[in-house]
């Protein structure tokens, strides 16, 4: 079956600008989260979605938002963007609501210029 | 602090020799415990996990890890490396039963010798 798919896989943008990523889940699948990676800080959580409701939520400032739609999509977005929202920004789906067996994609690679 | 320490930033290790990736965490309660792998350029691919009862875990790809609650570790172990082992690793954690997200270690680069 098909994996956790996101779209775009490279991403260019200008400080300032806003930036909307997106991630199909694996068909079934009801958990999304969204992970950003970075040299210095690592892997992060930013959020968890579960049935269109944030589950949970990262230490990340509120230019960083997301949703989930009916059919289990969900897009993240960040508004002013700044140079050090540059990363890879993965998401990962899940069957349930527990922990584990998370599928992770391969991830979009955002730099801001 | 809660924390996901590991230790060893880099390692190499000849083909076909052993391996053991450490892992370290400072949690009360026994977490939800994974071992991740990420290749250049590419997601994150579960090689295993720990919820409870054996405390030796088998996962994919040949790797094994063992969870040790006196030492609150949970290291990764692989009797023969191939040259394709050559990622990235990442310890994981779910720090307690009503949590979902995952706690990352700062990864361990593995790299091959021939």
């Known amino acids: 079956k098909a994996g956790v798919t996101q779209t775009p896989r490279y991403l260019i943008k200008t400080r300032g600008q806003q930036v909307t990523l997106s991630c199909s889940p694996i068909?079934?699948?009801?958990?999304v989260s969204w992970y950003q990676q970075t040299p210095g800080q690592g892997l992060q959580f930013l959020f968890e979605?579960?049935?269109?409701?944030?589950?949970n939520k990262g230490n990340f400032p509120g230019r960083f938002s997301g949703r989930q739609f009916s059919n289990s999509r969900s897009e993240m977005n960040v508004s002013t963007l700044e140079l050090g929202d540059s990363a890879l920004y993965l998401c990962?789906?899940?069957?349930?609501?527990?922990?584990?067996?998370?599928?992770f994609g391969s991830g979009t690679r955002l730099t801001v210029v | 602090a809660q924390s996901v320490t590991q230790p060893d930033i880099h390692i190499t290790v000849s083909e076909g020799a052993s391996l053991e990736l450490r892992c370290n965490y400072s949690?009360?309660?026994?977490?939800?415990l994974f071992w991740y792998v990420q290749s250049p350029g590419q997601g994150l691919q579960l090689l295993l996990k720990?919820?409870?009862?054996?405390?030796l875990v088998q996962g994919i790809k040949g790797f094994e890890a063992e969870f040790k609650r006196s030492q609150s570790s949970f290291n990764l172990r692989k009797p023969s490396v191939h040259w394709s082992d050559a990622a990235e690793y990442f310890c994981?954690?779910?720090?307690?039963?009503?949590?979902?997200?995952?706690?990352f270690g700062k990864g361990t680069t593995l790299s091959v010798s021939s």
């Open positions: 990962a789906s899940s069957l349930s609501a527990a922990p584990g067996g998370y599928t």
């Open positions: 068909s079934g699948h009801r958990s």
């Open positions: 979605y579960f049935s269109e409701t944030q589950r």
């Open positions: 949690y009360g309660a026994t977490p939800y």
């Open positions: 720990y919820f409870s009862g054996d405390t």
């Open positions: 994981a954690v779910v720090p307690n039963q009503a949590g979902t997200a995952l706690i």
